[in-house]
């Protein structure tokens, strides 16, 4: 997980590249050494049960790369499975 106000670009296509999941939200309320909860499908960072940010994920296909590893993975597997579809009919 790759967080911060805001990310480079560079940083944030590397990000999905790699499998990792880059948030941009407001981190002013997070200290070295937090824990804290994410929430992805909410948009939510939790601490000590109180919501202390909160974000949209984009683009929206953002979790389906984190699934497949990366987005090249997700790219290869998609074409795969479209060749399957139609040799299958």
């Given at each position: 997980i790759v967080m911060g106000?805001?990310?480079?670009?560079?940083?944030?296509?590397?990000a999905q590249d790699s499998g990792a999941l880059p948030i941009i939200c407001d981190v002013t309320n997070l200290e070295m050494g937090d824990e804290f909860e994410i929430h992805p499908y909410e948009g939510k960072i939790i601490k000590?049960?109180?919501t202390i940010a909160e974000f949209t994920l984009s683009p929206n296909t953002l979790l389906d790369e984190v699934?497949?590893?990366g987005r090249?993975?997700?790219i290869i597997g998609r074409?795969?499975?479209?060749?399957?579809?139609?040799?299958?009919?």
């Open positions: 106000s805001t990310i480079a670009p560079i940083f944030f296509n590397t000590n049960g109180s699934r497949a590893g090249i993975p997700l074409g795969l499975c479209a060749k399957a579809r139609e040799f299958l009919g």
